[in-house]
């Protein structure tokens, strides 16, 4: 199961059991991180896909972010932050000195997929869906990085605003309140043009 359907399904990573055990494991013994590894590669390749411009990049930002967080485990704190926000802090971080040194544009296209998988509708109704989706991929092109960011580690990475709280620095009822309205102008906006 992926990031977002694991949100969607509303299953929580922090809530599982072994989290707690897992990170003491690996601050003592760098061979255990690889659990650590293997529960959170694929929602951090997933929010990086998206903030960059190809695969190769992606993987080579997801190989950093994990190669940088075993260096940094014995610096983590239990408790101060989620292991998850920590973690995605360091691919927020990766991702935006990727996004200054190259100026690229985000791949938004993933996202809408990710969010919309591929099903079996009728011809015409595939039309229609693709129309809409390059709507929406209109929209959220022309929002501010800020709020792509906030978008992206909600609906690639799976995290909960709690979560991202951690890793952009607000507060969790700010990260709400911004998710809120940035739905709502897409919503709206969406709603005009359509």
């Known amino acids: 199961m992926d990031g977002v359907a694991a949100a969607r399904a509303g299953r929580n990573y922090e809530d599982d059991g072994d989290e707690r055990s897992l990170i003491l494991a690996a601050q003592g013994d760098p061979a255990a991180f690889g659990m650590l590894y293997t529960r959170y590669l694929d929602r951090i390749y997933s929010f990086l896909r998206v903030r960059t411009t190809s695969e190769e990049d992606a993987a080579d930002l997801t190989q950093q972010v994990f190669t940088q967080a075993l260096a940094a485990l014995p610096r983590y704190k239990l408790g101060e932050a989620p292991f998850s926000a920590w973690l995605f802090r360091i691919a927020h971080n990766l991702a935006s000195n990727y996004y200054r040194q190259r100026r690229t544009t985000l791949s938004w296209n993933l996202l809408l997929e990710k969010m919309h998988p591929a ?24 929002l501010a990085s800020e709020k792509q960011e906030l978008l992206a580690l909600r609906f690639s990475a799976g995290l909960t605003s709690r979560e991202i709280s951690h890793v952009v620095n607000k507060s969790e009822a700010s990260v709400q309140k911004q998710l809120t309205r940035i739905l709502n102008d897409l919503r709206a906006s969406y709603k005009e043009r359509n």
């Open 119 to 142: 099903d079996y509708r009728a011809p015409d109704e595939g039309v229609l869906l693709q129309e809409e989706l390059t709507l929406l991929r209109g929209l959220t092109a022309g």
